[in-house]
Nanobody, 126 residues
Framework: VQLQASGGGLVQAGGSLRLSCAAS????????VGWLRHAPGKEREFVAG????????RYAESVKGRFTISRENTKNTVYLQMNSLKPEDTAVYYC????????????????????WGQGTQVTVSS
């Protein structure tokens, strides 16, 4: 599967953006799809994830209540709706996928995501 991320941009604090991650080559069936971000001077971190089979979601504490991850089956696309954005949300955002292991929850460990799309820059000004 190949991933294509889009939707980043520049927004003022308190604003919103929606990121999209489209899959090609195969469907997201049997995958967990995550959004991860990398800010300058910081380690890459998990933001949100969704299990394609069943729709289970998981969020980092820092974005709970502000970000929503969702999927659209017919378009084989995962979205990240980001509201109430803060300057500390500034980062390059990546969508990534890993094969679902139904014995465990959606992984927050970035190294477990084996397929990565290109990043999209999100900049939140204060």
């Amino acid at each position: 599967v190949q991933l294509q991320a889009s939707g980043g941009g520049l927004v003022q604090a308190g604003g919103s953006l929606r990121l999209s991650c489209a899959a090609s080559g195969r469907t997201f069936s049997n995958y967990d799809v995550g959004w991860l971000r990398h800010a300058p001077g910081k380690e890459r971190e998990f933001v949100a994830g969704i299990r394609w089979g069943g729709g289970r979601t998981r969020y980092a504490e820092s974005v709970k209540g502000r970000f929503t991850i969702s999927r659209e089956n017919t378009k084989n696309t995962v979205y990240l709706q980001m509201n109430s954005l803060k300057p500390e949300d500034t980062a390059v955002y990546y969508c990534a996928a890993t094969t679902t292991d139904y014995a465990f929850d959606i992984s927050i460990a970035t190294y477990q995501y084996s397929v990565w799309g290109q990043g999209t820059q999100v900049t939140v000004s204060s």
